[in-house]
């Protein structure tokens, strides 16, 4: 068991890139840091260690998120045997890859929807309204959730995760909505780049991951430890001045809503004459 005493950061989707990262942000400031991961138990272990190694404090579990009651379980066993949760991070994402409509399972397009959206509701129904009550008497709740560009932009062949991502970001709102007034703060992270991020984009990529990165060069791929100096940023915001939606990338990519422009507004591609 913990220090009672030190304010509890969970973290949902806890890999080696977003969540790991930022469960060594907050263990860094006195947090105990609750981590929890699908598979991979060895590399939980060490991500543990390696809190435990830079002096702060950390414990994990191997959670499916997809099953029912699983989520509930684990915000109820860290609230009676750590402590209140101050900070959570839902950080689970819904990828199944590029698949095209008729590729695409009834029970693969639900698997996302499940890991992309439907924890998401499920964490917030067993955890905001207990921040809520904590808030009329002391420090605001929180709630990180990390997104993707599909939040906002559809692609093809992303029918799953686009579905999962853009329910995410409209669920983020009904709850800001909800709970922002009640002091819990809620706060949508679009992650509008690729993270340098070994045991996600280096497993889809696999043996084509260190060349990726080099063609994207030394700044053109989000960094998981930089990145999380913005979640730990916006845990710290004072209720007069919250951020709900942040979008992030590398300096040397477009945004979202500018990417593949059509030539006649590409100022970008336009030579000087």
């Known amino acids: 068991m913990s220090d009672s005493r030190k304010p509890v950061c969970l973290v949902i989707g806890a890999g080696a890139g977003i969540g790991g990262n930022v469960a060594l942000r907050f263990a860094s400031e006195g947090y105990h840091a609750v981590l929890a991961r699908r598979s991979d138990k060895a590399g939980l272990d060490r991500l543990i260690a390696q809190i435990k190694e830079s002096g702060g404090s950390a414990s994990g579990a191997i959670v499916d998120a997809s099953e029912d009651g699983s989520i509930e379980d684990l915000v109820a066993r860290t609230e009676a045997d750590i402590g209140p949760i101050d900070t959570a991070l839902?950080?689970?994402?819904?990828?199944?890859?590029?698949?095209?409509?008729?590729?695409?399972?009834?029970?693969?397009?639900?698997?996302?929807?499940?890991?992309g959206c439907f924890g998401l509701f499920r964490l917030a129904h067993v955890l905001l309204p207990t921040m809520a009550k904590?808030?009329?008497?002391?420090?605001?709740?929180?709630?990180?959730?990390?997104?993707?560009?599909?939040?906002?932009?559809?692609?093809?062949?992303?029918?799953?995760?686009?579905?999962?991502?853009?329910?995410?970001?409209?669920?983020?709102?009904?709850?800001?909505?909800?709970?922002?007034?009640?002091?819990?703060?809620?706060?949508?992270?679009?992650?509008?780049?690729?993270?340098?991020?070994?045991?996600?984009?280096?497993?889809?990529?696999?043996?084509?991951?260190e060349a990726y990165k080099a063609s994207k060069g030394e700044e053109g791929v989000i960094d998981p430890a930089a990145l999380a100096q913005t979640y730990w940023?916006?845990?710290?915001?004072?209720?007069?001045?919250?951020?709900?939606?942040?979008?992030?990338?590398?300096?040397?990519?477009?945004?979202?809503?500018?990417?593949?422009?059509?030539?006649?507004?590409?100022?970008?591609?336009?030579?000087?004459?």
């Not at 579905?163 to 992650?191: D, S």
């Not at 993270?195 to 280096?202: F, I």
């Not at 477009?254 to 000087?272: M, Y």
């Open 134 to 209: 904590r808030a009329k008497t002391g420090r605001h709740g929180t709630l990180l959730v990390t997104s993707a560009t599909a939040a906002v932009r559809g692609n093809a062949g992303q029918h799953s995760h686009a579905a999962a991502m853009g329910g995410r970001r409209m669920l983020c709102q009904t709850l800001n909505a909800e709970f922002g007034p009640q002091g819990v703060h809620v706060a949508h992270i679009v992650v509008d780049g690729s993270v340098n991020a070994p045991d996600t984009l280096g497993k889809l990529l696999g043996d084509r991951f």
């Open 90 to 115: 839902y950080n689970l994402g819904a990828q199944i890859g590029n698949r095209a409509l008729s590729d695409t399972p009834h029970r693969t397009f639900e698997l996302g929807w499940r890991l």
């Open 233 to 273: 940023n916006l845990a710290q915001q004072p209720r007069n001045c919250w951020t709900h939606e942040i979008d992030v990338r590398p300096w040397t990519d477009v945004p979202w809503w500018n990417d593949n422009p059509p030539p006649a507004i590409n100022t970008s591609a336009r030579k000087p004459k």
